[in-house]
Nanobody
Framework: VQLQAFGGGLVQAGGSLRLSCAASGRTFSRLAMGWFRQAPGKERECAAAINWSGSSIYYLDSVKGRFSISRDSAKNTMYLQMNSLKPEDTAVYYC?????????????????WGQGTLVTVSS
């Protein structure tokens, strides 16, 4: 089982980025997935999560209205569209898969992790 996250980079405040997470090794269509982020010196937090069908979605309060999580089960891929980026969004972003259909927001509830992609937002 492998997860590969990509799409990070350097962007100015107010800009946009789209992160992708490609899963391989098994089908993830029946599993919950999430995007976590970790800023320097801070704990890893759940920025967004989605259940197996996409009918239930969670967003961290600070990203609501700016980030949008989605998944394409046919492609075994998850996305995070990030708009109106702020310097405080700067972090390494990780995608993760939970071996369950119901979304959760704690790191301990996720079983597979990607390698992370760095997002840097300049002011």
């Amino acid at each position: 089982v492998q997860l590969q996250a990509f799409g990070g980079g350097l962007v100015q405040a107010g800009g946009s980025l789209r992160l992708s997470c490609a899963a391989s090794g098994r089908t993830f269509s029946r599993l919950a997935m999430g995007w976590f982020r970790q800023a320097p010196g801070k704990e890893r937090e759940c920025a967004a999560a989605i259940n197996w069908s996409g009918s239930s979605i969670y967003y961290l309060d600070s990203v609501k209205g700016r980030f949008s999580i989605s998944r394409d089960s046919a492609k075994n891929t998850m996305y995070l569209q990030m708009n109106s980026l702020k310097p405080e969004d700067t972090a390494v972003y990780y995608c993760a898969v939970r071996y369950d259909m119901i979304l959760r927001t704690s790191t301990q509830d996720y079983d597979y992790w990607g390698q992370g992609t760095l997002v840097t937002v300049s002011s």
